[in-house]
């Protein structure tokens, strides 16, 4: 990557002439007008208090010494007040291109990780429903960015934790029994905080097809069965159209075996151990606050039910103590922004570096249908379900909006953007690029050229403005990589793949590619073709397909 070899170069110079300073803080970046180069640096100006000189006097005696890097740098020019601008040689921009070529596929791939296991655990919704959008945002998320970590050498777990104890499955029971009491004739008041939604009344079915008896069974008895078989379906939905959203996990942990395999009593008595458990109200404390939280919380309820913390303590203990994970993921809605303290308060307490967990809230998704927003209510029924809108624009469309804007950021799709076959549409104006350049590939290959040796192509016919561009986009695709993996940010590459498209697209209205000139055709075909292995890779990293026709 340039910018790194740039900051690279600019150390060891002034090492050279001054000494060490790996401490030193200073940018290496575009400058905003092009008539400054291709890269600018202030490391003369931050140098001026140490070094005791001019700026101008520390720029010029860098750059002097820089200039031998010719095949680097095509010019390198100091500015008052001392800023160093470098524009950089073509001849740097067609290695890489050779690069690409060369690595194919694997081309940006780094070993960032170093083998660091990761576990990714995102969507993790109640199987009290079928998914809606918001769940689908954070599938789209966790399954790129695993690819991401995976690509640039994480060994990364991709899991699903079911909440399958608790208050809410009980609501869930409930609802189906009430369902299938109304189903048989029973006049119910179905109270206003239970599940109301028209899957309801389809398990509802199921149970009185599968247990004609029900409703002469035990009370007890027969809301057990109802949540038992709900909890069945309703996670056979998740699962079906999570798979046909490309998303697959590694592995689906159950909450009820953290009680079952006796790890809840194993942790609360570690704690208890600690003197970190205390009785209050007839409950039982976890005294969060001396980890930095700003109340302590309940572990168990003076009814003696555990929380949902209880269990996510015993989760995440299990994540890094047991299964020895070095950075554990969790991909939240942003409604959980106020249980990240507590749940790190917990690892502090268990001697964990709260820092190995890193929480990833997911804003809101705003659906736009004929110009109005649709409401989302898991309880009331009143929700767009993931299946319906894969239904309705396909599996790319969906997740390639669904990354389009950082995590932090509310999400409007739009469905009929989404459905359109125009440059307005995100990923059809990538994808179409991608197409573009197979179909030249099949045009070259009625003409005859469908072998081409790339290490015999004089590179240097490449001198359009518009392919000097397109080079240096595709330079930056590794420092994209490294960036959006370092910050967990897929929509970067999101970004990147659109701005690649503007490029070729322009460039490919300008310049005709199979040309008469034979050596200017074969340079032109490499450049397409980097081109589309870098759509190739960014897309799948997204997991977004690549056509070849559209």
């Given at each position: 990557?340039?910018k790194?070899?740039?900051?690279?170069?600019?150390?060891?110079?002034i090492?050279n002439?001054?000494g060490?300073?790996?401490?030193?803080v200073?940018e290496?970046?575009?400058?905003k007008?092009?008539?400054?180069?291709?890269?600018?640096t202030?490391?003369a100006?931050?140098l001026?208090?140490?070094?005791?000189?001019?700026?101008?006097?520390?720029?010029?005696?860098?750059?002097?010494k820089?200039?031998?890097?010719?095949?680097i740098?095509?010019?390198i020019?100091?500015?008052t007040p001392?800023f160093?601008?470098?524009w950089?040689?073509?001849?740097?921009?067609?290695?890489?291109l050779k690069?690409i070529l060369?690595?194919?596929?694997?081309?940006?791939?780094?070993?960032?990780g170093?083998?660091?296991?990761v576990?990714?655990?995102?969507v993790s919704a109640?199987?009290?429903g079928p998914?809606h959008?918001?769940?689908?945002?954070?599938a789209?998320?966790?399954?790129?960015?695993?690819?991401?970590?995976?690509?640039t050498?994480?060994k990364?777990?991709?899991?699903y934790?079911?909440?399958?104890?608790?208050?809410q499955?009980?609501?869930?029971?409930?609802?189906?029994?009430?369902?299938?009491k109304?189903l048989?004739?029973?006049?119910?008041?179905?109270?206003?905080?239970y599940?109301?939604?028209e899957?309801?009344?389809?398990?509802a079915?199921?149970?009185?097809?599968?247990?004609?008896?029900?409703?002469?069974?035990?009370?007890?008895k027969?809301?057990e069965?109802?949540?038992?078989l709900?909890t069945?379906i309703i996670?056979e939905?998740?699962?079906?159209?999570?798979e046909?959203?490309?998303?697959?996990?590694d592995?689906?942990?159950?909450?009820?075996s953290?009680?079952?395999d006796?790890?809840?009593?194993?942790v609360l008595?570690?704690l208890?151990?600690?003197?970190?458990?205390y009785?209050?109200?007839k409950?039982?404390?976890?005294k969060?606050?001396?980890?930095?939280d700003?109340k302590?919380?309940v572990?168990?309820?003076?009814?003696?039910e555990?929380t949902?913390?209880?269990?996510?303590?015993?989760?995440h203990?299990e994540?890094?103590?047991?299964?020895?994970?070095?950075?554990?993921?969790?991909v939240?809605?942003?409604?959980?922004?106020?249980?990240?303290?507590?749940?790190?308060?917990?690892?502090?307490?268990?001697?964990i570096?709260?820092q190995?967990?890193?929480?990833?809230?997911?804003?809101m998704v705003n659906?736009?249908?004929?110009?109005?927003?649709?409401?989302?209510?898991?309880?009331?029924?009143e929700?767009?379900e993931?299946k319906?809108?894969?239904?309705?624009?396909g599996?790319?469309?969906?997740?390639?909006?669904?990354?389009?804007?950082?995590?932090?950021?509310?999400l409007?799709f739009?469905?009929e953007?989404?459905?359109s076959?125009?440059?307005?549409?995100?990923?059809?104006?990538?994808?179409y690029a991608?197409?573009?350049?197979?179909?030249?590939?099949?045009?070259?290959?009625?003409?005859?050229?469908?072998?081409?040796?790339w290490?015999?192509v004089?590179w240097?016919?490449?001198?359009?403005?518009e392919?000097?561009?397109?080079?240096?986009?595709l330079?930056?695709?590794?420092?994209i990589?490294?960036?959006?993996?370092?910050?967990f940010a897929?929509?970067?590459i999101?970004?990147?793949?659109?701005?690649?498209?503007?490029?070729?697209?322009?460039?490919?209205?300008?310049?005709r590619?199979l040309?008469?000139?034979l050596?200017?055709?074969y340079a032109r075909?490499?450049?397409?073709?980097a081109?589309?292995?870098?759509f190739?890779i960014g897309?799948?990293?997204?997991g977004?397909?690549a056509?070849?026709?559209?």
């Amino acid at each position: 990557m340039i910018k790194r070899k740039i900051r690279e170069l600019l150390k060891e110079t002034i090492k050279n002439f001054w000494g060490d300073i790996s401490s030193l803080v200073f940018e290496v970046e575009k400058p905003k007008n092009e008539i400054y180069g291709d890269y600018a640096t202030n490391i003369a100006l931050v140098l001026k208090n140490k070094l005791k000189l001019p700026p101008m006097e520390i720029a010029e005696k860098i750059a002097s010494k820089l200039r031998e890097k010719s095949f680097i740098f095509l010019k390198i020019e100091v500015v008052t007040p001392g800023f160093i601008n470098f524009w950089i040689s073509s001849n740097y921009y067609i290695e890489n291109l050779k690069k690409i070529l060369e690595f194919k596929e694997k081309y940006g791939s780094i070993n960032l990780g170093k083998e660091k296991k990761v576990l990714i655990e995102f969507v993790s919704a109640n199987p009290t429903g079928p998914l809606h959008i918001g769940h689908g945002r954070g599938a789209a998320y966790g399954d790129s960015l695993a690819r991401i970590l995976r690509f640039t050498g994480y060994k990364v777990v991709k899991e699903y934790y079911i909440n399958d104890k608790g208050t809410q499955m009980n609501i869930l029971g409930e609802s189906v029994y009430l369902r299938a009491k109304e189903l048989s004739g029973e006049k119910i008041q179905f109270p206003e905080d239970y599940y109301k939604g028209e899957y309801i009344y389809d398990i509802a079915k199921e149970v009185l097809a599968l247990y004609p008896d029900l409703l002469s069974m035990e009370k007890e008895k027969a809301i057990e069965i109802c949540k038992k078989l709900a909890t069945k379906i309703i996670l056979e939905d998740i699962k079906k159209d999570l798979e046909n959203f490309r998303v697959f996990y590694d592995n689906w942990y159950s909450e009820s075996s953290l009680y079952e395999d006796e790890k809840v009593e194993e942790v609360l008595e570690i704690l208890k151990e600690k003197n970190l458990i205390y009785e209050k109200e007839k409950a039982l404390w976890f005294k969060s606050t001396l980890f930095g939280d700003e109340k302590d919380r309940v572990v168990i309820r003076s009814n003696g039910e555990t929380t949902y913390f209880t269990s996510d303590i015993a989760y995440h203990y299990e994540k890094f103590i047991e299964r020895n994970f070095d950075i554990a993921i969790n991909v939240w809605g942003a409604d959980h922004h106020g249980y990240v303290n507590r749940l790190k308060a917990a690892l502090q307490a268990f001697e964990i570096d709260s820092q190995k967990l890193k929480v990833i809230l997911i804003q809101m998704v705003n659906l736009i249908e004929g110009g109005e927003r649709k409401s989302m209510s898991t309880r009331k029924g009143e929700f767009v379900e993931l299946k319906e809108l894969i239904n309705e624009v396909g599996v790319d469309a969906t997740r390639f909006i669904f990354l389009s804007r950082s995590a932090d950021s509310p999400l409007d799709f739009d469905i009929e953007l989404a459905k359109s076959k125009s440059q307005e549409n995100p990923v059809y104006y990538v994808q179409y690029a991608h197409a573009r350049i197979c179909s030249i590939f099949e045009k070259a290959k009625k003409n005859g050229l469908n072998q081409i040796s790339w290490e015999d192509v004089n590179w240097n016919k490449l001198k359009e403005k518009e392919e000097i561009e397109l080079l240096k986009k595709l330079e930056e695709f590794q420092e994209i990589i490294e960036s959006a993996a370092n910050s967990f940010a897929p929509y970067k590459i999101t970004y990147y793949l659109l701005e690649l498209a503007k490029q070729f697209h322009e460039y490919y209205s300008k310049h005709r590619v199979l040309t008469e000139d034979l050596s200017l055709t074969y340079a032109r075909l490499g450049l397409c073709l980097a081109c589309k292995i870098i759509f190739k890779i960014g897309l799948n990293l997204l997991g977004v397909s690549a056509p070849e026709k559209m």
